[in-house]
């Protein structure tokens, strides 16, 4: 079977799309969420009040909880690419070296992230305190 060369032959739209929304997400949430406007709307919903340092604090596990799923889902996708299996987007199983080299810089990224948002997790309160 004869794939032609070009981006997005191999990766369906939502990896396209879906993998730096996620990343673009999990960048806002903790920006967001030192936000005094954002912290209100939260103890509002909340049963349990917090300070503006607490809920960046927690932005932080959602951060990592993300960041940690979308590796995941980038590893076994070159996996996959490596073992040359079938995927339900490919036929023959093979993505473009375009796509894999997208799919690298979005595992470097949501590494790089994923080590923020644990920092922010552990220390986020320390880090709010002291910068914001």
């Not at 909880?65 to 076994?76: F, Q, S």
């Not at 093979?94 to 220390?123: D, H, M, P, R, S």
Request: aromatic share 10%; hydrophobic share 50%; net charge neutral.
């Amino acid at each position: 079977m004869h794939r032609s060369k070009g981006f997005n032959q191999g990766l369906p739209k939502k990896a396209l799309f879906g993998y730096p929304a996620w990343l673009i997400l999990a960048l806002l949430l903790p920006i967001a969420s030192g936000t005094d406007f954002l912290s209100a709307l939260l103890n509002q919903i909340s049963t349990i009040q917090n300070t503006t340092e607490q809920w960046f604090q927690r932005s932080g596990s959602l951060t990592t909880v993300i960041c940690a799923i979308i590796e995941g889902l980038i590893m076994v996708r070159l996996h996959r690419q490596m073992r040359g299996e079938p995927t339900q987007e490919t036929a023959a199983g093979f993505l473009t070296l375009e796509e894999v080299k997208y799919l690298n810089v979005l595992q470097w990224a949501a590494l790089l992230l994923l080590v923020c948002g644990t920092i922010i997790w552990g220390y986020g309160d320390a880090i709010h305190s002291a910068w914001l």
